[in-house]
């Protein structure tokens, strides 16, 4: 029986490990050896090697991988070979599964950018040092918020391929985002004041365009977000109570514009609208209707529509908002900073954290806070002037 089973072993090994001549010398190889399954990309693990100089060598260093990969020496070994690519794929087939189709478009650009130059890089050699020589040389090239974007996703994929034991340290943690130097940005260019806003709600008015109007009166009475106001259908509004209601937002796919759930769970809420909003939403929506009767079409219900009476793109409010400052020498903020605003404005007038909390939809009250402080802020900095005024009054 014994030697039954060493003469099978040996047919096998001879198939196995194969001799071959070299320089006039003979040496042994084998090709394609099956090692195991890779438990995270759940491929088979082969090896091919060759020089070993007799057999019981190669058999040996067989044993050996086997043993490493039971004891999960090989595949550790392996997986540091890994380049980023490789584990960002892995990562992004999962990521892509939690968040909206519209963040996947959003950071889109952000993504190629990153692997750029990351994509061929092997995850051993992406150490704290090159990774911030890497962020460095971008941060010359793009703003600070693509900056923190890149990191973030670099960050991701390393918090990934720790908890799936592919790596054990990760060297985002070790890197800082450097300073803006050359361009400084006062608090005062982020949002406007309270006789700011009124000049371009003045402006607006003037030009008769009811429907650019309640855009801007929208945002800046409301802090509703560009995406959740243009979203809006009529039915989300009661005019009897004075109240919006907040359910939607207009995002960008790859595919186009889409209608979908808000930013976040808090951003799904009932706010109150002043009188004079109100009068000016009623008043474009008269002019609606009978723009819509004259042209022919059925009305879709939607509260801000272009020429093809389907929701008005963002970029184009972008656009008839610069042409406005430039027409008249306004000033320009982002049009996420009429929100920003809204929230400053609010506490100017003594609204509490929480209200201002549960008006904007902030998921986190750190996000509100942020707004206060900087408010309060400049409010300690007028206290001298404004205690002068009252005097001089």
């Not at 300073?179 to 709600?201: A, F, H, M, R, V």
Request: proline share 1%; with cysteine; net charge positive.
């Amino acid at each position: 029986y014994i030697n039954l089973f060493t003469r099978k072993q040996k047919r096998k090994d001879k198939k196995m490990i194969q001799e071959y001549i070299k320089n006039g010398k003979k040496y042994y190889k084998f090709r394609n050896i099956y090692i195991g399954k890779n438990p995270i990309t759940k491929k088979e693990i082969r090896k091919s090697k060759s020089g070993f100089k007799t057999i019981r060598e190669a058999k040996l260093y067989i044993a050996n991988l086997q043993t490493k990969y039971e004891q999960n020496d090989y595949i550790e070994k392996q997986e540091n070979k890994k380049t980023f690519q490789q584990i960002y794929d892995l990562w992004h087939e999962n990521y892509k599964t939690t968040v909206k189709e519209s963040t996947l478009y959003t950071r889109k650009s952000v993504i190629k950018k990153t692997l750029k130059e990351l994509k061929t890089k092997e995850l051993k050699n992406i150490t704290p040092y090159y990774l911030q020589k890497y962020i460095n040389n971008l941060s010359k090239k793009y703003k600070k918020g693509t900056i923190r974007n890149i990191k973030a996703i670099i960050n991701q994929v390393f918090t990934y391929a720790i908890k799936m034991e592919i790596t054990e340290k990760n060297p985002t943690t070790a890197v800082t985002i450097p300073k803006d130097k050359d361009k400084i940005i006062n608090d005062e260019d982020l949002y406007y004041t309270k006789e700011e806003l009124k000049q371009l709600l003045k402006i607006l008015e003037k030009e008769n365009n009811l429907k650019n109007l309640a855009i801007f009166r929208l945002l800046a009475f409301t802090g509703a977000r560009i995406g959740e106001i243009l979203a809006l259908n009529w039915q989300d509004i009661d005019f009897k109570k004075g109240q919006l209601h907040i359910n939607k937002t207009l995002t960008y796919t790859k595919d186009g514009a889409k209608i979908q759930t808000p930013k976040t769970k808090t951003s799904n809420r009932i706010i109150s609208l002043d009188k004079n909003t109100l009068t000016v939403l009623k008043k474009h929506k008269l002019n609606q209707k009978e723009e819509i009767f004259k042209k022919g079409i059925k009305n879709k219900g939607i509260i801000f529509v272009n020429s093809e009476n389907t929701h008005v793109k963002i970029d184009s409010i972008r656009t008839k908002y610069t042409a406005i400052c430039k027409k008249h020498n306004l000033k320009k903020i982002k049009i996420h900073g009429f929100r920003h605003t809204h929230a400053s404005l609010l506490f100017e007038s003594g609204v509490t954290i929480k209200a201002v909390q549960y008006r904007l939809g902030h998921s986190n009250i750190k996000t509100t806070m942020d707004i206060y402080t900087h408010v309060t802020k400049l409010q300690k900095e007028n206290i001298g002037n404004d205690f002068a005024k009252y005097m001089e009054m």
